[in-house]
């Protein structure tokens, strides 16, 4: 499995960005997909993530992010994407997307110890 994650840049706080994650090898459909996000000398934390298609692609956020980001599935481009509204200087990071297959449980989800799969990562830098 491989995934290629892209739309990062550079915006002034309060604007958007779209991040999104294309996979190949294997369809998304059976995966649970998360977004990661990680600062220079921080440990690499949740953003969102969303169920694979079995459990009903239910999505959940960390609290930082909640009502400001979106996650969304097309199972048939395998793509996820990540909907960035009103940015935050501390949304400043790099953004990895991951899946992670679908025996995992919700909780170990919230952690890189959920998935399995990692994309390269894209830059997302937010001014003040």
């Known amino acids: 499995v491989q995934l290629q994650a892209s739309g990062g840049g550079l915006v002034q706080a309060g604007a958007s960005l779209r991040l999104s994650c294309a996979v190949s090898?294997?369809?998304?459909?059976?995966?649970?997909m998360g977004w990661f996000r990680q600062v220079p000398g921080k440990e690499r934390e949740f953003v969102g993530g969303?169920?694979?298609?079995?459990?009903?692609?239910?999505?959940y956020y960390d609290e930082s992010v909640k009502g400001r980001f979106t996650i969304s599935r097309d199972n048939a481009k395998n793509m996820v994407d990540l909907q960035m509204n009103s940015l935050k200087p501390e949304d400043t990071a790099v953004y990895y997307c991951?899946?992670?297959?679908?025996?995992?449980?919700?909780?170990?989800?919230?952690?890189?110890?959920?998935?399995?799969?990692w994309g390269q990562g894209t830059l997302v830098t937010v001014s003040s």
């Open positions: 090898g294997r369809t998304i459909s059976t995966y649970n």
């Open positions: 969303i169920r694979w298609s079995g459990s009903g692609s239910n999505t």
């Open positions: 991951a899946a992670g297959t679908k025996t995992k449980v919700l909780s170990t989800l919230l952690t890189p110890d959920g998935y399995d799969y």
